[in-house]
């Protein structure tokens, strides 16, 4: 068994690590006897009503841990359990988002976890067939899960009669294909169905037509792997956890400039100087911390003076930031955030999976702007076109919150580092006469600057022919070409 | 609901979008088909910002692409609105263009590089709201404002799909739908839209010839008239599918006149007999609850008809009931009931759907269209299961004609279809017959656009018109009269049609008095009940509508 990075074993707010570092707990065996697993599916198949569950689960304030932070059990109500024909269970364990490793954490540590909590959502919504769609990359964790599904179907949880109870369960998983968009739910379900992950618009949300057009409950791996503790032990004792709006705990993924980066079981509400400095051990020696991205690099940055903002989704909302994915990414003074923010930019332009124009066109536009302030060619122009980038790509006008969270990664760092991209823009520039001249080696490096960025975006097919070779092989090719062969 | 169009977040909205879209444009409007009558240009100049700070390098594709014979794709023009795509796949339930790659790299690709075969393509050259898909009939023809439009009628086939043909220094230069919710909805199929440069032929036949040797109009018709007069059964006449309300009357003038008893052969047509009562008009699809389809593959035979189906399934929830040997396009529909027979049996086949689950139950209207299974089917017998169907379970027949002007050469009783072997003389109204000109004929006289190798045993050869310059009327196969608007001026010694008709009426000796086109349909209306509507003709010159509604200065 791998060494454990992050929380488990005996403490007040470990919910769902309390059994991890057990010896095989990924064995049903183990899972059943010494933590106590299934013990939560038998009640809720076989003492509880479906309606019971879903007001368990609301009772419990639980709400998703997938990024929207949307409340799970009005999530399952909106499901019409009593509606004929199939009704899907899909569970996102894509986790694409920079800096989050918590869902691979429960299901590397205790897939059966996972699938009582599917199998207890099921239930409750009127599922027979769940889905499981798992990260691309995620060979470990998904050899676990086809060995616990394996391991649940031969004790017959799942099968035509779990626990003796006339319902059919199934669980099948299925891989993703490498792209950050397939985590968005929407996108997620096209990707499901074998079509391009491109998001859908809403309404109709899932509950009412998701995957293959039928109602679809969808749920982030942590968020259903919380449910067996709040069947086992009610939602009014998961209330006495977190705060009053956000209730229980979560798991945050800390990484970055710390000392012991993991993931952590946090109570909600507790600040964020408590899981950087303390649970994660704060920057090497010698380093001051700068600034951290608390909830995966979707959520707006705070600078290292908002650490005691507190972990609940209200505290964050109130420091204009979010909740999001529970990554939290930790930089020290050693980093250049304007570099950091370019970085993520290129992340987003790559992964605009292109519906929308400000994403599609925007995050790229952004990334050649950052190219060029890091080539000391910026100006006051550069600044206000990222500030304008920032503002196209927020308020609703993309389709998903990719585009959005493009915006806050530059409106962010602008609002708490100003002074570092105007260092950058204004005063590391050259003349301005000089970087502009047509044949300079500035400009040309400007343009293999470029070059270089998109090739490593998308290698195969368009080109920037903008470098002169390019342009000159471009225009050969073209005479070679006789007019007729076209037109 | 009240809608802010004009608040101050709506606006810089709208203008950081146009900016986007111009980021990675290539800003080659000078030389752009679309330049001129492009919603981007318009929106830009609307809404956009007034000044650009684009002056980094584009995005730069290879282009164009050609995407089919006749649609050229620029990828670096295209926004990525993903109209084609959509439109690929819920209108014409097609799966050959998709997109590429992801991101700012995205772009619009048919299904493997491979050719698009659609007969539908056409219309996303319509839909594309930039200049990055056009035609290549058309490519670089003129500017957009140099041409004149006239509102018109598709003349290939019985759909009738409104168009506008647009005119250039006398030639036909482009067809693009003209929405009529009645019947096209705004799409046309590529045949309307692509299937005109016959028109433009530098080959044309302009004079009448007698024997290979220029003419006089005079000439040629009174040598038409030796050849052809008294001839009574021995004389043959092939009709086109085009031919309009008006030549067909003035034919039957003949017909009843000096052509008595001459055997007629209208070419392209179903030969599906006339309707009895009231036939389905196409809106009427809209509302179908059940639509059953026999003996036709409606995607060839009635293209802009095959889209209202589909929409009638895939939008509004009909059913399918396919009769057909082969499998055809609505089977992509997962529902559709296909019922294949053996071809001949179609009738017998309809007889038994009248105890269909489906068609006992529809819950509403029902449509039962009939085509004729290519000439495979027994004509009469099918038209009157179909009518017994309807009758049964209460929905109403469409008769799927195919000849642009079927059903109103039917009307006018001019839809012969007599073989034509064994004839002596032969009066070759448009194309020559599909069969070939049967070798008894001694005489022949021909009236076609272009030189063919069979117009060149004619003994006389008249120049015709084409549908570009053609005054008169069609009636599409669900009976609604509309008329072509020429937008090409009849340049003598060129004759318009019925005028032609109107001197070898009078070459043979019947006094056909009319000094003009409105005369004629005035007394078509009066002779002909299904054609009343040609007694009011709408005005040449419908008024132009406004291209922007809206105050002046927002
Ligand atoms: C661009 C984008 C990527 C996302 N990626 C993930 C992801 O990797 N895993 C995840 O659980 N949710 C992801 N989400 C959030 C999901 O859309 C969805 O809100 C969540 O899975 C719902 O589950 P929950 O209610 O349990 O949180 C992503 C959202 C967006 C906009
Ligand atoms: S915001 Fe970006 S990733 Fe999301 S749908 Fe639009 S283009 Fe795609
Ligand atoms: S309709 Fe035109 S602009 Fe829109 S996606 Fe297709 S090619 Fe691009
Ligand atoms: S469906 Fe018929 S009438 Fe309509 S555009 Fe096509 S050929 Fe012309």
Redesign the pocket.
Known sequence: MAELRGSFGEARNHLLTRWFGTEDLHRLDVYESKAGGYTALRKALLDMKPAELVNEVKTSGLRGRGGAGFATGVKWSFINRDAPGPKYVVVNADESEPGTSKDRYIMENSPHMLLEGIMIAAYAVGANQAWVYIRGEYDGPHRMLVEAIAEARAKGYLGPKPMGVNYPLDIQLYRGHGAYICGEETALLESLEGKRAQPRSRPPFPAVKGAWGRPTLLNNVETLSTVPWIINNGGAAYVKFGTEKSPGTRLMSVSGNVRKPGVYEVELGQTFRHVIMELAGGPPDGRELKVFWPGGSSAPVLPASMLDTHTDMEALAAARSMGGSGGVIVMDDSHCVVKAAARLLRFYAHESCGKCTPCRVGSDWAVRTFDRILANEGSQVELGILERVADGLQNGRCLCGLGDSAGWVIDSTFRHFREEYEDHALRHTRARWWSRRPSSSASRSRSSATTTSSTRSAPAVSAWSSSPRDRRAHRQAARRRSPKEWW | MVVKTLSPMAVQARADILEFELVNHPLDCPVCDKGGECPLQDFTFRHGYPTSRIDGPRLHFKKPIPLSENIA?DRER????????RYYDEVAWEQELTVGQRGVQSF?TSQFDQPLQSIFSGN?ID????G??TSRVWRFESRPWDMTHTESICSKCAVGCNVNLWQRRGQLVRVTSRENDDIDEGWICDRGRFDYTDVNDPSRLRTPRINGAKATWADALATVSTGIKGKGAKLGISLPKDITNEEAFLFKRLLDGPLRGARVKMHGRTALPAPIAATLRIKDLDAARVIVIVASDTESDVPIVNLRIKKAASKRGARLIVIHPDGVDLDRDPNTIHIRNAPGSAAAEVRKLASHRLLKSAGGPIAILYGDGLGSEEMADLAKSCRDLADAVGGNVMPLYRATNERGAIEAGVAGWDPLDGIEALLSWGPPPTAGIPTSVKFMAAWDHLPRPENEKADVLLPATTFAQRQGSYTNLEGTVQFLRPPIEVVPPLKESWEVLVELGAALGLTLDYAGIFAIQRDAAAAIPALAALAQPPSPEPAPEPVLIGPAHP
Do not use: E, H, K
Request: aromatic residues 6%.
């Open positions: 794709l295209c926004v990525l609105c993903y109209r084609c795509t619009i996303i839909l594309c709201p930039v990055a898909l």
